[in-house]
């Protein structure tokens, strides 16, 4: 019965009575009246003191947010509590249903009236599918690690969501929310707010001068000689770039040649790839990656990003960096509010596998709440690159040769095409790279891992004049294994995937492990080696002339392999009792067609005597030295023969 119907009821009742004892009465249902409407209107002012408070709490507004507004960032709401114990009972049922009625008064009170009518839902009156959006969203941010992730999964995995929810996700999602997300597979970048605008510049001139002094800024002396030769290299031809702006000379290369001509433009690309070639050699010291970040590196490579995006070459070094600086986890709020989360998940849906692989990276080193490894320079992992509820039972490891590199060395083989007939195959799947694309779809449970040593040499940088050191295989294995145990190479049972000379630095890598007591995981993890075309017994390209040599391979290496080296037969005969005596599985491949050199030279580059370790299974294939780890399709003996050695050699691991 309603408050009005019952004040009506009692005044109908005090006009019938008329002697003195009723008037009494009637005095009594007024007084019951006024305690009853007392009562209402006290506990209204309760309930709306309540509202207010828990509204107040909800929406919580940060005092920095004007500062930041005026800076032009964003603004991140706070989510509410995460207590499960407010969303249950009575209580919140209650609460709930009012908040609803209100809705539908103020609805119709806007449709009688034709006031305008803000549609501002709450969790506490939203839709089923509203309510799922704000509920995963805080459970993204439960102290449970378990609840975060499948909230983060559920979260990206979910089709559904309209467009301003994205938005709203994307403002309310904090920094571990968003790196899930990133690494998520097929994620809508809706849940990504775009990088903060940056100021407009001028002219390139000016993008160039603060590239200059970011690495003026950076410390130049007590760190690796090459990382002191490309800063002053950039250093260099940014200064030679002013002066032909203004007007005077520019010397090709900066390597003080007699020859110097007078320009009206200088190449913008060239002088921005040598600075970040210095900042790709800084960024892998620590300290200078505090520096970097501390000068708002950060912010400018975002800068030079967004202007050039026509460069895949410039891109990709500046990923390549931010990877880099993603090894500290002290930077890595830095990385997220400088914007380069949503730049890395948009990265990561990439057709091209140099790229994504890139950005990969980065989002591995950034997602400490899924990953546990880290991913130092050169170390990429191929998958899985997304995070995913498949159980990883072992590693297989990729090693190039020299002058190969961590994604085409392993391309599907180029095959020779009319016009015509690349028209035809155009639909079919060509793979840049078959470890992440057949061997990961045939072995899911896998984790697949390719290095990139000296990549300055294998890729488009220029060699550093003062690094004849790193260039022996001594130094290689002891550089590469720090970086693959810090990797996680050791832990999981592993198989060696090896290419021409990566296969003699496989073998001195287990040699030093064998050695070193906090490697020796690495060793006793080893289920076994694949070696294509690995000259084992030294090359016939060292006996041809010096140019020659020169051409496919600076002279340490030359001298490596040459038959009579004694670097080269002492590794063999060392690795060679090794491997018997752990009783490696060895599976070897043998080139039988001459690989061309030039436009005179073919020849047989590591001949079947050489391939031949002199232990386990040695396979002859008609190909050339540069495509023997290029199976032509899925289908080939190639491929097949090495998948069936992987999935024979971990059956046991596999299953279990």
């Known amino acids: ?58 929406l919580s507004f940060d005092t920095q947010v004007v500062q930041q507004e005026k800076l032009k960032s964003y603004i991140y709401l706070q989510t509410a509590s995460l207590d499960p114990n407010e969303y249950q009972g009575i209580t919140y049922q209650v609460r709930k249903e009012l908040h609803r ?104 001139c000016c993008l160039e001068d603060e590239l200059r002094m970011l690495l003026a800024a950076l410390p130049q002396t007590d760190f690796d000689q090459c990382v002191r030769y490309f800063t002053s290299l950039a250093l260099r031809e940014s200064s030679q770039t002013i002066a032909a702006q203004k007007g005077g000379l520019w010397c090709f290369g900066g390597n003080g040649l007699p020859y110097c001509e007078s320009l009206s ?33 950060l912010q400018l490579l975002q800068k030079l990003y967004q202007l050039r995006k026509d460069s895949a070459k410039i891109q990709r070094s500046i990923i390549h960096i931010i990877g880099n600086m ?3 986890e002290r930077l890595h709020s830095s990385i997220f509010r400088a914007g380069w989360v949503s730049v890395l998940a948009e990265v990561m849906k990439s057709r091209r596998i140099m790229d994504s692989s890139h950005a990969a990276r980065a989002l591995a080193n950034l997602d400490r709440e899924a990953v546990h490894e880290k991913y130092p320079d050169g170390v990429y992992l191929l998958h899985p690159q997304c995070r995913s509820s ?20 392993w391309r599907q083989q180029d095959i020779q095409q009319s016009a015509d007939e690349k028209e035809l195959d155009a639909e079919d799947d060509y793979s840049e790279c078959w470890p992440k694309t057949w061997l990961a779809s045939d072995c899911p449970m896998l984790r697949i891992i390719s290095v990139e040593y000296d990549t300055h040499l ?16 001594a130094y290689r294995s002891s550089e590469l294994l720090k970086k693959l145990r810090a990797a996680g190479i050791g832990d999981r049972p592993l198989i060696w995937m090896s290419h021409s000379m990566g296969g003699l630095l496989v073998k001195k890598m287990l040699l ?58 002492a590794l063999n005969d060392d690795f060679l009792s090794f491997a018997k005596d752990k009783e490696f599985p060895v599976l070897s491949f043998a080139e039988t067609l001459p690989t061309r050199v030039g436009r005179m030279l073919s020849l047989h580059v590591v001949p079947m005597e050489s391939a031949d370790l002199g232990m386990g299974e040695l396979i002859p294939v008609e190909v050339s030295h540069l495509n023997i780890c290029k199976p032509k399709n899925k289908d080939s003996f190639l491929y097949q023969h090495t998948l069936k050695f992987i999935q024979e050699t971990l059956t046991q691991d596999l299953r279990n």
Request: charged fraction near 25%.
């Open 265 to 297: 433009a200088v190449p913008a690309d060239t002088v921005e790839l040598f600075c970040l070639q210095a900042l790709v050699q800084h960024s892998k010291i620590p300290s200078h990656c505090d520096k970097i970040e501390s000068h708002g590196g």
């Open 512 to 569: 030093d492990a064998s050695k070193d007591p906090e490697m020796d995981s690495i060793v006793n993890n080893t289920r076994g080696i694949v070696f294509y075309s690995v000259p084992h017994h030294g090359s016939r390209l060292a006996e041809y002339s010096v140019n020659v040599r020169f051409l496919l391979f600076p002279s340490v290496e030359v001298k490596e392999l040459s038959k009579d080296s004694p670097t080269l037969k």
């Open 458 to 473: 294998s890729d488009w940088r220029t060699k550093c004049p003062v690094e004849s050191y790193r260039e022996s295989i």
């Open 326 to 328: 993603a090894l500290d």
């Open 101 to 204: 009625a209100a809705r539908k008064i103020l609805e119709t009170n806007a449709k009688i009236f034709r006031w305008p009518f803000k549609d501002s839902v709450s969790p506490f009156d939203a839709e089923e599918y509203e309510s799922a959006l704000w509920l995963l969203l805080k459970r993204s941010q439960s102290e449970d690690r378990t609840v975060r992730m499948q909230a983060v999964q559920d979260l990206a995995s979910n089709r559904f969501w309209r467009d301003y929810q994205y938005r709203a996700a994307a403002q309310a999602s904090d920094q571990r929310t968003s790196i899930g997300l990133a690494r998520c597979k097929d994620v809508d970048l809706r849940f990504f707010l775009p990088p903060p605008p940056l100021p407009k510049l001028k002219n390139m």
């Open 1 to 58: 019965m309603s408050l009005a119907a019952y004040c009506g009821i009692c005044c109908r009742k005090i006009g019938t009575f008329r002697s003195a004892t009723k008037t009494d009465k009637s005095w009594k249902d007024i007084r019951k009246i006024a305690k009853v409407t007392g009562s209402l209107i006290l506990g209204g002012c309760v309930f709306a003191a309540y509202e207010l408070l828990t509204l107040k709490r909800l």
């Open 390 to 409: 498949q159980p990883i039972k072992a590693d297989v490891l990729f090693v190039h040769g020299l002058l190969g590199a961590a994604f085409k060395t």
